[in-house]
């Protein structure tokens, strides 16, 4: 490739990364600010950093017992929609059965479904069961949305498998639930490992549905952040303090799964 | 019209090196075929030939004009690939008629070449499919038609029937050499198949890791190959190669005394072809006997694996010799003109 | 004679008598209990005048008043279908030009790409609050970055804020959406270059074609299945939008951003007007349901073709 062309596609590349990552730093800096700092008419680009923020909004303002909810509601989120959509998921693999493209029609459209038209009817219906303002039903309603995640994704790790590998199991003496378990799963293990994650993140970045659903003890992290933008004067630095915290972690998982990203954000229509 | 590799190396990112100090000359209108096995940097000299890859040194010479930097486009070359690389959202007329498109051919020009070029390949009946409704064969035909349809002055073709069934193979290549004799177009033909080179090719490059080992005609080939790797590699069942030396005038190996009056003494190994090995049943002056280990028919001819001691070889004769029972006792004659005498070390053959 | 068998037990003798099935029953009860029973109840709601702040509003049948009321009486719901619109296909158009032209560019012109593609893909993994925050602080009218930078070089008046500018907020609240997911458009047409085969694109070099027409006449058509796809999956989710924008503007100013998923917040949320809220949230559903009937029809396609 002719010179200049590299130079301006470098050129290129450098603007947009700029572009795209500066936002982030920007946030990543005002959780270091002072007040004084954060508010100054000109950016401050270089200051000396406080570390006020973090302590205070954690410890001080009770923030700490939502980065735990936020914790327990997608790990147990994940651990539900893999027990329930991972055996499903193999059952779309493998198996043939009348209506099965449809019913796999289905999971996408759950999957699809705008969280406002769904989350009008849960908060009925968990009110009337008396589950609001719990984790249960948070959790409960981010396992339906990341449920069909899994099936899609999984589906597709376990088509991945040649069949053979199925064959030469059986022939070698497990049933089939034994090659399931013992054959089948440990080979989609690391696609099983992406799944989880991208369940996770998904379901600790949630935002209406925790919303809607929970209003004091059981707040996330998403739910709270906006609590604290006031109309009479926010603390950036401490929202920017929570901010981090709610988004350092999935930036560590996204260089993680980076390599199965695309097949569970386009439903295994593609894959990375 | 002269083509010409000159000092052609090819070296890949991963330190692969494909071609090494490759040279070849040959004119314009000749069937060419590039043979070796896999490795051998056959489709590497075809790439870089058709401009799809770049030598790492080296040129590529077309009439005298060096063409190594021109892109693909404008060296007036075509190609055949292996898995024919049709255009799956196009329908057959549009595959075959899309070189004269891009090169901004007249639409009723372009009418008329693909028509043309569609009954040279009997594929008229097929214009309107898809290429995933073609079978091997029709695709084959479809590939080649457009490679052939603009005209080109050379046209590539890497493995073009690898793809297809054995039956199918054999009546292509005779279309192959038709297409060749009507249109006189240069065709160099990669394959790693020797039946494919010998049948096809007026001259045949034989390369071997990167370097051409020997370029000639088939019969030259056959008859005088310029190494062992060249008499082992052509010729099926391969070359019987027996290692010795000579000293008076007589070769000496293990299980075998020969005599052959105007060799030079030294280490040697000499090479018969089996097609080439006389048989008796019983013994003249001079034979060694040979037991028979197996036979196999492949008719009109058989094939006998025949050892004596240590030294094993094989014959291939006529089928009416099936009546041998294996361990039977034969006898062999290596007529002088038939054999080969390569340089022990090198593998060069002696002249 | 008699050989253990590895892994029996209840669940290997259910497998092995072929009702395998059976283990969707798990995922079906969930979804039907939790989504499938919950919308029918609120289908059921969206007859009824059941409303939170209205006393005597407690769920009498009112057949289909409120379909009536949406279609007839309510042109703040057509209004924010409109804003919706517009976002929808200034957002999809934007991020499937750069998006794509950017894959481009990391396809031919870059070697090692996988690191600069995690880092990419950063804004689009960010919890979308902590995106609306970010750029809230970034365009905050008196000491936001980015507005100051803008108003530096003159392109903003220093009366004016993006955020609290009547005609600028919507393509505001647009360029953070673009964004926030332009990477997303990148991803998938890198992969889908990726995927392609190599062999269409050198015997389109060898029969003579110039770089734009290979692009013309290979690379657009054989990614055409991914380009559905992508347009149609940014679709449905520009469509859902609602936590970027409802911390960026709640909406406003005014309704100037207000989206449909804000509005079917607003007429649930805070006016408590269930029965009437059950038709909006209903019409959001009944467009993506569409939307993602031709998405699957789209994938489907993908998968019979040579992309995989």
Redesign the interface.
């Known amino acids: 490739?002719r010179k200049p062309?590299?130079m301006a596609?470098?050129a290129?590349?450098v603007a947009?990364?700029v572009?795209?990552?500066t936002?982030?730093l920007?946030?990543f800096m005002?959780s270091f600010k002072t007040r004084l700092d954060?508010?100054?008419?000109?950016?401050v680009w270089l200051f000396t950093p406080t570390f006020e923020h973090y302590p205070m909004v954690f410890l001080d303002k009770g923030y700490l017992p939502m980065v735990g909810n936020s914790l327990i509601v997608a790990g147990v989120t994940t651990a539900l929609s893999l027990a329930?959509?991972v055996?499903?998921a193999?059952?779309?693999a493998?198996?043939d059965?009348a209506g099965k493209e449809d019913?796999f029609?289905?999971?996408?459209?759950?999957r699809?479904?705008?969280?406002?038209?769904?989350v009008?009817?849960?908060?009925?219906?968990f009110g009337y069961v008396g589950l609001i303002d719990t984790r249960t039903s948070v959790i409960?309603?981010h396992?339906?949305f990341n449920?069909s995640l899994v099936?899609w994704m999984m589906r597709g790790f376990f088509a991945d498998i040649p069949r053979e590998i199925d064959e030469a199991a059986q022939m070698d003496?497990?049933?089939?639930?034994?090659?399931?378990?013992?054959v089948l799963l440990p080979l989609a293990a690391p696609g099983m490992a992406a799944t989880a994650v991208l369940c996770f993140?998904l379901s600790?970045?949630e935002?209406?549905y925790a919303l809607?659903l929970v209003a004091f003890e059981s707040r996330t992290l998403?739910v709270g952040?906006?609590g604290l933008?006031t109309p009479h004067g926010t603390l950036?630095g401490q929202?920017?303090a929570v901010?981090m915290v709610?988004?350092l972690p999935?930036?560590v998982?996204?260089?993680l799964v980076?390599r199965h990203?695309?097949r569970g954000?386009?439903?295994?229509?593609?894959?990375? | 019209m002269a083509v010409a590799f000159r000092n052609v190396t090819k070296v890949f990112p991963d330190g692969t090196v494909a071609l090494d100090g490759f040279n070849l000359d040959f004119e314009t209108g000749e069937f060419v075929v590039l043979l070796g096995p896999s490795g051998s940097g056959k489709t590497t000299a075809c790439r870089i030939l058709a401009g799809l890859e770049p030598a790492t040194s080296g040129r590529i010479e077309v009439g005298g004009r060096d063409i190594t930097d021109l892109p693909p486009r404008e060296r007036g070359m075509s190609m055949v690939f292996q898995n024919y690389a049709l255009y799956a959202h196009k329908s057959v007329y549009d595959n075959i008629a899309y070189p004269l498109r891009v090169r901004g051919v007249p639409k009723q020009r372009i009418e008329g070449r693909v028509r043309d070029t569609a009954r040279l390949l009997q594929i008229d009946e097929l214009m309107g499919r898809r290429p995933g409704q073609l079978s091997g064969g029709q695709a084959q035909r479809v590939a080649v038609a457009r490679a052939l349809v603009w005209q080109p002055e050379i046209c590539l073709m890497d493995e073009p029937l690898s793809n297809l069934d054995a039956i199918l193979r054999l009546q292509t290549r005779t279309e192959l050499k038709r297409l060749h004799a009507e249109l006189k177009t240069t065709f160099v033909f990669v394959t790693h198949d020797q039946e494919e080179a010998m049948t096809l090719g007026n001259r045949i490059a034989v390369l071997k890791d990167g370097r051409l080992v020997q370029f000639d005609t088939p019969r030259e080939i056959y008859h005088r190959p310029a190494s062992r790797f060249v008499a082992e590699f052509i010729g099926r069942p391969a070359m019987n190669i027996i290692e010795g030396s000579v000293a008076g005038g007589v070769f000496r190996a293990e299980g075998l005394d020969l005599a052959v009056p105007d060799r030079s003494d030294g280490t040697a190994a000499l090479g018969i072809r089996p097609e080439h090995i006389l048989l008796h049943r019983s013994p003249r002056d001079g034979m060694q006997p040979f037991h028979l280990d197996v036979k196999e028919l492949v008719e009109p001819d058989i094939l006998l694996f025949l050892s004596s001691g240590p030294l094993s070889l094989v014959v291939r004769s006529k089928a009416d010799l099936a009546n041998l029972d294996d361990g039977a006792e034969v006898y062999l004659e290596l007529p002088r003109d038939r054999l080969h005498f390569f340089d022990a070390e090198t593998g060069l053959r002696r002249p | 004679m008699n050989f253990p068998r590895v892994g029996n037990g209840i669940l290997g003798g259910v497998l092995d008598r072929g009702v395998g099935p059976l283990f969707l029953v798990p995922a079906l009860l969930m979804l039907v209990v939790l989504l499938v029973g919950p919308f029918l109840y609120m289908v059921g709601v969206s007859f009824t005048d059941l409303s939170f702040a209205l006393p005597g509003h407690d769920g009498n049948f009112v057949g289909f008043e409120n379909y009536r009321r949406l279609m007839r009486e309510d042109p703040v719901f057509w209004q924010s279908f409109g804003t919706t619109l517009v976002f929808v296909f200034g957002v999809v158009s934007v991020e499937f030009g750069l998006g794509f032209a950017l894959a481009l560019l990391l396809f031919y012109h870059v070697q090692r790409r996988r690191f600069v593609l995690t880092l990419l893909l950063i804004p689009m993994m960010l919890a979308p609050v902590a995106v609306g925050l970010m750029w809230k602080l970034m365009l905050h009218g008196e000491f936001g970055m980015l507005t100051h930078y803008l108003r530096e070089l003159g392109l903003l008046d220093p009366q004016t804020a993006l955020l609290g500018n009547h005609d600028l907020v919507l393509p505001t609240v647009m360029l953070v959406d673009v964004w926030e997911w332009t990477p997303f458009v990148t991803l998938v047409f890198l992969a889908g270059l990726l995927s392609l085969p190599r062999e269409p694109f050198e015997a389109a070099v060898m029969d003579g074609a110039r770089p734009w027409q290979v692009f013309r006449d290979i690379t657009v058509p054989l990614l055409r299945p991914i380009i559905a796809l992508v347009l149609l999956l940014r679709g449905i989710d520009a469509f859902k939008e609602f936590d970027k924008v409802f911390i960026l503007t709640g909406g406003g100013p005014g309704t100037a951003t207000e989206l449909i998923s804000i509005y079917a917040w607003r007429v649930n949320f805070r006016n408590w007007d269930l029965g009437y809220g059950a038709v909006c949230a209903f019409m959001v559903y009944l467009v993506v349901l569409i939307l993602c009937a031709v998405s699957y029809k789209a994938i489907y396609w993908t998968e019979g073709r040579a992309v995989k």
């Open positions: 490739m062309w590299r596609a470098l290129t590349l947009v990364l572009i795209s990552l936002p982030y920007w946030l005002t954060a508010l100054a008419d000109a950016p329930i959509g055996p499903a193999y059952v779309f493998r198996h059965f019913l029609f289905f999971f996408l459209t759950t699809m479904a705008p969280p406002i038209s769904v009008v009817p849960m908060f009925l219906f409960l309603a396992s339906t449920l099936v003496g497990h049933t089939r639930a034994g090659m399931f378990l013992r993140i600790w970045n935002f209406l809607i998403t952040i906006p933008v950036w929202v920017a901010a709610a988004t999935i930036v998982f996204t260089f980076q990203l695309v954000l386009t439903f295994g229509a593609v894959k990375g």
